[in-house]
């Protein structure tokens, strides 16, 4: 019995160890970045995101030039919403 409470003293430890250690882990971050979107834009696929209107949304691929000189592509969808 003894072994028994040995064993989950050390699995409580160890769970609190980990534990410790993510919640004092520095967060993600990144260095801010500035750029330009680019004029062209390439049709991408036809998404489903629900009934009715929103069955068949087109995409569009756009273009970020970074300051830096790279390029990011990310898809546009533009949804229509009523709003009153």
């Known amino acids: 019995m003894a072994g ?3 064993f989950a003293r050390r699995i409580a ?3 609190g160890t980990v534990a410790v250690v993510l919640a004092t ?3 993600a971050s990144a260095d801010p970045v500035t750029g330009t979107v680019l004029d ?3 049709p991408g696929l036809n998404v489903n ?3 009715e209107e929103l069955a068949d949304l087109s ?3 756009l273009g ?3 300051s830096y000189g790279s ?3 990310f898809y546009c969808v533009e949804i229509r919403t009523i709003s009153d």
């Open 13 to 15: 430890g160890a769970v």
């Open 59 to 61: 995409t569009g691929l």
């Open 25 to 27: 882990a520095a967060p």
């Open 4 to 6: 028994r409470f040995t």
């Open 71 to 73: 390029t990011l592509g």
């Open 49 to 51: 995101v629900g009934a």
């Open 40 to 42: 062209d834009s390439t």
């Open 64 to 66: 970020f030039r970074l």
